[in-house]
């Protein structure tokens, strides 16, 4: 018995060998028809060329961040120093605030407002609600970006887009590779101070130790911001003087240009005041800490060794 052959438009298929050929090409028509019927158009106050100026995350301080983001038809083209990437986005307009969906780093749902040429626009975390307003507070791991339109042809060819950041933002900062310090200097602090509540009395050197080492610490955990949130803020003017005593230079240089940026060159030592300056910082200020990190992580100078230097010439 012949095998029966089917044939569809001008192309023929085989009953038995190539059937599903038809129903993956039927299938592929359907999927575009759903989408030509249910997608929504980019709101055209979205359109165009914008400037990320500032980005707040988890209710931490704001931040730059060098990124461009070209709103279109097409979705949202990215730009920042890494990388130039198409991602999809659709928006809701019929909701107030209105959405905003984009298919990057985890789908984020978001909400976002166009005033004038300004764009806010708020993302929650994975699995997190949508967000309902433009802040974010400790804990809800949500993040609030503000924009600025720039006048810029938004149909620019890919490879010209990367002139445009550097037009924009200047080059990107560089500061030297970190290094690794001495392991056998860093453990002997670490030492002095894990028995520090039990064996060690109150004296200068055991000030000038642990005041260096809480620097230490919350700088590497979470910046001069930390350090200046937590207790340990309430002796930044003590912690210079210890940085002094054991010769310090470039630690201690960053230390004072955090300190500058307080009134006075002086931060409260009360925690609640020094908390209420933080808040008062404007986005410069959180950028020069920002730039203090940096050069903190990457300095020269080994603070556990000159510790340790100071605390066996003491101890003798």
Not at 61 to 90: A, K, M, Y
Not at 91 to 113: A, H, K, M, W
Not at 129 to 149: A, Y
Not at 258 to 269: E, M, S, T, V, Y
Request: net charge negative; glycine share 6%.
């Amino acid at each position: 018995m012949p095998r029966q052959r089917l044939q569809f438009f001008s192309y023929e298929f085989d009953e038995n060998g190539n059937r599903w050929l038809l129903y993956f090409g039927l299938a592929i028509i359907g999927l575009v028809i759903y989408i030509t019927l249910t997608s929504k158009p980019i709101d055209a106050d979205l359109i165009g060329v914008w400037k990320l100026e500032s980005t707040q995350t988890n209710g931490m301080p704001p931040h730059r961040e060098r990124s461009l983001w070209v709103f279109s038809q097409r979705g949202i083209l990215i730009i920042n120093d890494q990388e130039t990437r198409q991602v999809g986005c659709s928006v809701d307009t019929s909701t107030l605030p209105r959405r905003v969906d984009i298919d990057f780093q985890l789908q984020p749902n978001g909400i976002y407002e166009v005033d004038g040429d300004t764009l806010r626009v708020a993302f929650s975390a994975i699995n997190m609600p949508r967000p309902t307003s433009f802040e974010t507070t400790w804990g809800d791991l949500s993040s609030v970006s503000v924009f600025r339109r720039l006048n810029v042809d938004s149909d620019l060819p890919v490879d010209q887009w990367q002139l445009v950041l550097l037009d924009e933002f200047g080059p990107p900062k560089t500061y030297p590779k970190r290094i690794e310090f001495d392991r056998a200097a860093e453990d002997f602090v670490g030492d002095l101070m894990a028995r520090m509540p039990e064996q060690i009395s109150e004296s200068a050197k055991e000030g000038v130790l642990s005041q260096i080492a809480w620097l230490d610490t919350e700088v590497n955990n979470g910046g001069f911001h930390q350090f200046f949130y937590n207790f340990s803020g309430e002796l930044a003017m003590e912690t210079l003087e210890s940085l002094r005593t054991i010769g310090s230079v470039e630690t201690l240089g960053l230390l004072e240009e955090a300190c500058n940026l307080f009134p006075d060159g002086k931060p409260p030592k009360d925690q609640a005041e020094r908390h209420r300056a933080l808040e008062q910082f404007t986005l410069e200020q959180h950028e020069v800490l920002d730039d203090l990190n940096e050069r903190y992580y990457s300095r020269r100078e080994d603070v556990h060794l000159l510790l340790r230097t100071y605390w066996e010439k003491e101890s003798r």
